[in-house]
Nanobody, 114 residues
Framework: QVQLVESGGGLVQPGGSLRLACAAS????????MGWYRQAPGKQRELVAS???????NYADSVKGRFTISRDNAKNTLYLQMNSLKPEDTAVYYC????????WGQGTQVTVSS
């Protein structure tokens, strides 16, 4: 059974930074892509950033220049470094893995507020 476990969320002031991590475990024969989605209250889930198996990166326009996605293949861990956080970044952040099926983490809350 594939499992994704996120960590690193929390409360941060505007302008601050957080680093999310997503540890993947279980039988993963191939990684087509991994990424981070977020969902704010009353809004649809949206893609924040993704990385393909070949290393191609993709970012939402709203986070370009502030967020960085990376992956440690040896640890099967995905990261999202979030800098210059804004109140509008407040959301539940979900880790996503595409292998032979799609898998989701349980989500981690990020709150940006003074």
């Amino acid at each position: 059974q594939v499992q994704l476990v996120e960590s690193g969320g929390g409360l941060v002031q505007p302008g601050g930074s957080l680093r999310l991590a997503c540890a993947a475990s279980g039988p993963i024969p191939v990684i087509y892509a991994m990424g981070w989605y977020r969902q704010a209250p009353g809004k649809q889930r949206e893609l924040v950033a993704s990385i393909t198996g070949g290393g191609t990166l993709n970012y939402a326009d709203s986070v370009k220049g502030r967020f960085t996605i990376s992956r440690d293949n040896a640890k099967n861990t995905l990261y999202l470094q979030m800098n210059s956080l804004k109140p509008e970044d407040t959301a539940v952040y979900y880790c996503w893995l595409r292998t032979l099926s799609d898998y989701w983490g349980q989500g981690t809350q990020v709150t940006v507020s003074s």
